[in-house]
């Protein structure tokens, strides 16, 4: 059974009696086709309506939607001869970060993403996408390796944000996620991030600091969720939707303020309707970001990346 929003329940209406024709149809043999076509149309067109005005609220629930690809969907369509890698060499091996080596298209390249899971298990495996210290601290090692074996970098970001419990920051959370921006900052190979769904706070940014960001059409990224912002700024949680219209966390107000350089369209009613189709979108555009970058060295690109973040402050104080 398909999951739908609360946002949805008009088209969950009309898809459910879809079903349920269809289901007369196997049963008594009646015909119902052309009533069955009429729905689906109706269906559709409410469908490309509802999609045309979401709010920033709505587009953060599609974000979190939870059938939506997660990172590693990514991971096995995108990525032949994948070899995972684990541990941060000092404390353990932190599973909401997945990181490893493969082939992106032919060319070797090191692979980094923050993991939601698909089922209860599997989040609780990956903590929600959380990640802690030592998730950090693996994505930076993996990022130096490829800076020594010139492997290219591709990131696939969708977290609430880091971990926030005391064990994290006894182990030095803040400055693990501080390394890790730098490790991106410094790498001298080309890096692509791509935000599949939520792009939270710095537990984002720690694995995005790259040569091009790309955004899925109905993904968000911003400093702070809008539950989080709405907690603080009105001690009240139930004014998410109105942090989320002022924190300007979707793609197009991210693109304006050119804090992201591309958006990937989604198909309509969200990438959860055709991951396929978004998979291969996905593909299309993080090569055509990376294709440029393959004929640089690692000085210009360590420059060209440096001034891209400084223009981003820059902008932000005007």
Partial sequence: MRHFLDFEKPIAELEGKIEELRRTTDAGGIDVAEEVARLRDKAQSLLRTTYA????????LVARHPERPKCLDYVRDLITEWTPLAGDRAFADDAAVVGGLGRFRGRAVAVLGTEKGHDTESRVRHNFGMARP?????????????????LPILSFVDTAGAFPGVEAEERGQA????????????????FVATIIGEGGSGGAIALAAADRILMLEHSIYSVISPEG????????????????EALKLTAEDLLRLNLVDAVVPEPLGGAHRDAAHTLEAVSAQVWDALEPLLAL??????????????????????
């Fill in 134 to 150: 030592e998730g950090y601290r693996k994505a930076r090692r993996i990022m130096e390796l490829a800076g020594r074996f010139g």
């Fill in 175 to 190: 400055e693990a996620i501080a390394r890790s921006i730098e490790a991106c900052l410094d790498a001298p190979v080309p």
């Fill in 297 to 318: 060295d690692g000085a210009t690109l360590r420059a060209r990346r440096r001034e891209k973040f400084l223009e981003m402050g820059r902008h932000a104080m005007t």
């Fill in 53 to 60: 005005k979401l709010s920033p609220w709505q587009k953060t």
């Fill in 229 to 244: 912002c709405a907690s603080i700024l009105w001690r009240d949680a139930a004014e998410a939707s109105t942090a989320a």
